[in-house]
């Protein structure tokens, strides 16, 4: 027999736990100081999640699922975009969606029940948030081909979870991605779970990364904990796909720290302590011991900064309890340009009975 291809998967790694450069930084982390927008948004997405999470514990939320210990991965990709790009998120981008211009107070909406909390002022092209799992993944093929079709030199960053991987429709959009080499980056944030089923529950494939192998196109591993090497790997891949090369795949390996939603219990199938280790190499942690160590980052500095984050989510939690509720029929008003006549009797027929009930 004879070999007749042979494939292999990297892996980019900048910082290690301890915050140690492993590696020359990339241009963009020069000066250690330019990396205190990634560390503010990083440090301002955990203090959304806290808050959103006791606003769900307070009833004044519904379900919702954190980023807790994954701050990195939204962030990171986020940073590698330029601002006419799309992202096609899933749920646990609040970091990307922060740092693309999407407010908080559209995100408490969204996870409150409002469909206005979809709608961007920002970015306006942006998806919104995706909880069917992988559904986005063809969605950002589309759109993809669109771009591609215009000829507009732009791409799209698709994120997905680890568990999103094992599902067919993701397969038949890094096939046609890869087919008609599409202007588009798949982001997997593998945080070793989903939901109670472990990353070697769900696959047998060695990397997530591979699985572009399939489709034909390159695939990398990055250490989702650093966000330089997140951002670094996103930027080329970007590239790649501006340049009309095709598609990428970049699996972000990291670790779900929190439960998978607020309406989860984690401890109930995973060991405490294998948690406690991962807290040992969490984004936030890593990235601080590098800014202290290079950058003289101060103590004083960090309190200010944790200080201002916290404020602005009060602020936004404030100015979102403080919507006035939507009407009951704006439950038909988010989905179509024009309703199917179906609905729209039942619009008509809502309307009727409230205004019979007063
Ligand atoms: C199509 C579909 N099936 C099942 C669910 C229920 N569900 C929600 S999240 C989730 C696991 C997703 O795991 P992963 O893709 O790794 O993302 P993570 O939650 O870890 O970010 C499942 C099965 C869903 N939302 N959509
Ligand atoms: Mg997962």
Known sequence: MTVIAKFEINFSRFLDSEGRPVAALPAFAARPRDLLPLYRAMLLTRSFDAKAIALQRTGRLGTYASALGQEAVGVGLASAMRPDDVLVPAFREQGAQLWRG????????????????????????????CVPVG???????????????????????????DGATSKGDVYEAMNLAGVWRLPVVFVINNNQWAISVPRSAQTAAETLAQKAIAAGFPGVQVDGNDVIAVRHEVEAAIARARSGAGPTLVEAVTYRLGDHTTADDASRYRDDSQVSQRWREEPIL??????????????????????????AVDAAADAYLGLPPQPPESIFDHLYATLPPSLADQRAALLQQAGENG
């Open 286 to 311: 890593r990235l601080r011991r590098y800014l202290t160590e290079a950058a003289g980052w101060t103590k004083q500095e960090e309190e200010a900064l944790i200080g201002e984050c916290g404020a």
């Open 135 to 161: 559904t986005n993944a063809p969605h950002a093929a589309g759109v993809a081909l669109a771009m591609k079709l215009r000829g507009e030199g732009r791409a799209v960053i698709c994120a997905l979870g």
């Open 102 to 129: 999407v407010t908080m107070v559209e995100l408490f909406s969204f996870w409150g029940g409002d469909e206005r909390g979809g709608d961007y002022a920002g970015p306006r092209q942006d998806f919104p948030v």
